[in-house]
């Protein structure tokens, strides 16, 4: 239930992104496949300038990405609750403590810090992820 | 005149620092107790406004807050063109002795935060017979980094994004939209390599572990104050100075993240106002105006 739950949660990003005017803006320039593991389970957000075109669920055989972000499926859970606790609240604070990891080329998360903290959290605004 | 107008005042103070002239901006309201804030690092006094608007605050202290140079509207020297600003521990305790000297301050008191935490420890270490109160917002001696600076300023990145980008995330989410955004807006105008140098004290020249231990508070009593949701500075981290420091008083601020005055004003009154109840009784007749 609770994987079930993380997964509908990544899987939204599409429709969580695309209709956000202000963030579509802010990610204007990116274009990029960006890994994105829950837990044993990875993803791969194809993203064409700013814009979500789709979520793929792994396993994956050779593919690129750009960069990676990469957390236990309980931190992730922490992550995407509606408000979140402390050193679950932001991206650099999982990875200071161990949590997550950021691998690859960080060039376009640094350029683009704001559009891609948004992106990662925009499941906070489904109720289904605090559900029990 | 019909315009609301706040009751803070900005003005320039010639100081020489390093031997170089400087002209740093300051702002300051209210009457009272001498009150000097000091900014986070790549930020500058505006994040202390809110305290400078509060007349529970105003009507007890002269709070008064001034940019480093190069922050804000206080210029870099002349040559800086040439150089590469790097905030020294020593040239940060010059640059505010140096201002409250020209402004003849009466044995101020002085709260900084982040940067600011972490000089009012030198401070304490070093001229506490000077201040009436040291209060260190989110400081601790020594702190784990968290990110590579390189990142803060390249020619390929934008440094107003990756720096406000960088530290947004120590803003606490239950901070309200505005102060947070315009917290965040403060850091994106932060000139190229400000944040970086600001961070060299930080990181290179500002470790005192080995010296918080000298700290008597009761020569100037200190005060320390850390958002939980601030993973820069945690409240570990605040926690591991203070048992350093005997006689300092440490408070954990809930749903407070690394700026607590300005991303979270109403929360942060909360615990700053009986800090300065506190400071008010240390020195009962001081309170009569400047």
């Keep these: 239930m609770t994987e079930a739950a993380l997964a509908r949660a990544i899987e939204a990003l599409p429709d969580l992104v695309n209709a956000d005017a202000a963030l579509m803006r802010r990610g204007r320039l990116v274009s990029l496949e960006l890994r994105v593991e829950l837990g044993d389970t990875p993803y791969q957000l194809v993203i064409e300038r700013g814009r979500i075109e789709r979520v793929e669920r792994g396993p994956f055989v050779l593919r690129s990405w750009r960069f990676a972000v990469r957390g236990g499926e309980a931190a992730w859970r922490q992550f995407w609750l509606p408000c979140p606790p402390p050193r679950y609240h932001d991206i650099f604070a999982l990875t200071k403590s161990g949590a997550f990891t950021i691998e690859g080329d960080l060039h376009p998360l640094m350029a683009n810090l704001f559009y891609f903290k948004d992106v990662l959290a925009a499941p906070r605004r489904l109720a289904m992820v605090s559900a029990p | 005149m019909t315009g609301r107008i706040d009751p803070i005042v900005g003005r320039y103070v010639h100081v020489a620092l ?169 850091y994106m105008q932060g000139g190229p390599g400000v944040f970086k140098g600001d961070l060299h004290f930080y990181r290179v ?57 300005s991303e979270n004003p109403a929360q942060f009154r909360r615990y700053i106002l009986p800090v300065l109840e506190r400071i008010r009784a240390l020195t009962p007749r001081a309170g009569s105006g400047p």
Aim: glycine share 12%.
């Design chain 2, 205 to 261: 020249d500002g470790d005192l572990r080995a010296d918080v231990g000298r700290i008597d508070t009761g020569v100037c009593p200190l005060f320390l104050l850390t958002g939980e949701y601030d993973f820069s500075c945690t409240p570990e981290d605040t926690a591991a100075a203070a048992a350093q420091i005997p006689g300092a008083e440490v408070t954990v601020m809930r749903e407070l993240g690394h700026f607590p005055m």
């Design chain 2, 18 to 186: 390093g031997g170089r002239a400087h002209r740093l901006y300051f702002e300051e309201a209210g009457q009272g107790i001498p009150l000097v804030c000091l900014h986070t690092a790549g930020a500058d006094g505006r994040q202390f406004h809110h305290l400078m608007r509060d007349a529970a605050v105003t009507d007890h202290f002269r709070v008064l807050a001034f940019d480093l140079p190069w922050h804000g509207k206080s210029s870099p020297p002349e040559g800086w063109q040439r150089d590469e600003y790097r905030l020294t521990a020593s040239g940060y305790a010059e640059a505010i002795r140096g201002f409250c000297g020209a402004l003849g301050l009466d044995r101020p008191a002085v709260m900084g935060c982040s940067i600011g935490g972490r000089i009012v420890l030198y401070l304490a270490i070093h001229h506490a017979a000077e201040f009436r109160a040291l209060v260190g917002l989110e400081a601790a001696a020594c702190q784990q980094p968290w990110y590579d600076m390189d990142w803060l300023d390249r020619q390929d990145i934008d440094g107003s994004g990756v720096c406000a980008g960088l530290v947004s995330g120590l803003i606490a989410p239950q901070s309200p939209d505005a102060a947070r955004w315009e917290t965040l807006w403060h």
